[in-house]
């Protein structure tokens, strides 16, 4: 999934691989996926961006999106950048596949589920969009410390857990499920842990955290468990995933264990992130 140390990687790639490259053809919808969502209508993207000039890629939140002149064109949550060169194999699956004048490409398939768009600047209105481009993202300095106890003001705040905290309601754009599991690990915190159940230690912990986690992801090319523009995977290799399970915790040997939560899979060690109850001492409802 595209999170955010992944999203400012592909969008560094994409601007030094693409900026400057005219678009020929877009080919969108090729191969049908129930769970491809586009902005507007796919059949009408060749139009809408043939001959558009790439000007460069961004990347807030969840999102990567390229400037094509006037239009925008972005990819977020399980979409799979590709860029090939001319003359490298075409894959026989995408869901959008951008052609330029000078034969490379670039090619957008979605594994779970993603969404794709080709846009007017300023034409998208869709309230995810919206708030991950005005939100400041934990990798700038906008989001310092006093900005992190703005976000702990919120009235609904005791009833989070901090996974739900961190990972939903956008609070944070672009910080999910995938980087989740190393920012509490290193914080410290068990994911159902009530909020209000956090001492100002441990909440000033999740702070640095959620910034030295990040940043370090994003300095080593993401996570391994995510591939780049041009198929590599990221150097980041996450203490708590899928591919640690049972393994020791590297700082205290104790095996990482997966429990189901919220709809998803949270990895913990139970130790190094222990189960927290309320202040009144009652074991905490999930």
């Given amino acids: 999934m595209l999170e955010i140390p992944e999203c400012r990687v592909l969008a560094e790639q994409l601007t030094h691989a693409v900026a400057g490259r005219v678009i020929r053809t877009v080919t969108a919808g090729a191969s049908p996926h129930k769970f491809a969502w586009f902005f507007g209508d796919p059949a009408a993207y060749n139009e809408r961006l043939a001959g ?12 990567v999106e390229l400037y094509a002149d006037e239009m925008r064109v972005a990819f977020h949550d399980g979409v799979h950048l590709r860029f090939l060169n001319p003359g490298d194999k075409r894959p026989a699956k995408h869901q959008l596949l951008i052609e330029f004048a000078d034969g490379a490409c670039l090619v957008a398939g979605v594994q779970m589920y993603g969404g794709l768009g080709a846009f007017a600047d300023g034409e998208n209105d869709n309230p995810y969009y919206l708030v991950a481009k005005q939100k400041p993202s934990p990798l700038s300095e906008a989001f310092d410390a006093a900005y992190f106890a703005a976000l702990l003001c919120a009235a609904e705040l005791p009833k989070l857990s901090a996974k739900a905290f961190l990972a939903t309601g956008q609070r944070i754009p672009g910080l999910g499920n ?28 999740m702070f640095q955290s959620v910034k030295r986690t990040l940043a370090e992801m994003t300095a080593r ?4 468990t995510e591939r780049d523009l041009f198929g590599c995977r990221g150097g980041y290799r996450p203490v708590l995933s899928k591919d640690t399970l049972d393994s020791p915790c590297p700082s205290c040997g104790t095996p990482v264990v997966k429990q189901a939560y919220m709809g998803g899979s949270v990895y913990v060690c139970e130790r190094c992130q222990p189960y927290q109850k ?4 009652a074991p905490q409802s999930e």
Wanted: glycine content about 20%; proline content about 2%.
């Fill in 278 to 281: 309320t202040a009144g001492g």
């Fill in 52 to 63: 558009r000039q790439i000007g460069g890629a961004t990347a807030f939140g969840g999102y």
């Fill in 178 to 205: 995938g980087v989740l599991q190393d920012i509490l690990w290193n914080a410290g915190v068990h994911p159902k842990t009530k909020m209000s159940a956090l001492s100002d230690a441990q909440l000033a912990a």
């Fill in 221 to 224: 090319g993401g996570r391994n």
